[in-house]
């Protein structure tokens, strides 16, 4: 399985900005896709998570209400849709698919996914 994500880039404060992640492969390795990002200096951080058979999402609360998470099945792609950002955005950002069930619990831990995107990286600025 390999993710491509794209999308990242250069915003101000207060735009919006759509990432995408393809997946090769999804329909016998991946059953779950998750969006990570990595600051400078702070933990890498779970966004959102969505499940491809029936597109039930999770969310860090932390971003709830300002990012979307979709996916298009045909298309193997998922999206991450970001409103309203914010200096404090300003990281990259990972995709990253799971090959098996979990709970609900699972989808915010990296451990759970075991293939990641290359990362790109969104720069919000003030």
């Known amino acids: 399985v390999q993710l491509q994500a794209s999308g990242g880039g250069l915003v101000q404060t207060g735009d919006s900005l759509r990432l995408s992640c393809t997946v090769s492969e999804r329909t016998f390795s991946s059953y779950a896709m998750g969006w990570f990002r990595h600051a400078p200096g702070k933990e890498r951080e779970f966004l959102s998570a969505r499940r491809w058979r029936d597109g039930r999402t999770w969310y860090n609360d932390s971003v709830k209400g300002r990012f979307i998470i979709s996916g298009d099945n045909a298309k193997n792609t998922v999206y991450l849709q970001m409103a309203s950002l914010r200096p404090e955005d300003t990281a990259v950002y990972y995709c990253?698919?799971?090959?098996?069930?979990?709970?609900?619990?699972?989808?915010?831990?990296?451990?759970?996914?075991?293939?990641w995107g290359q990362g790109t990286l969104v720069t919000v600025s003030s």
């Open positions: 990253a698919s799971s090959p098996r069930p979990g709970g609900s619990s699972w989808y915010s831990t990296s451990a759970y996914y075991d293939r």
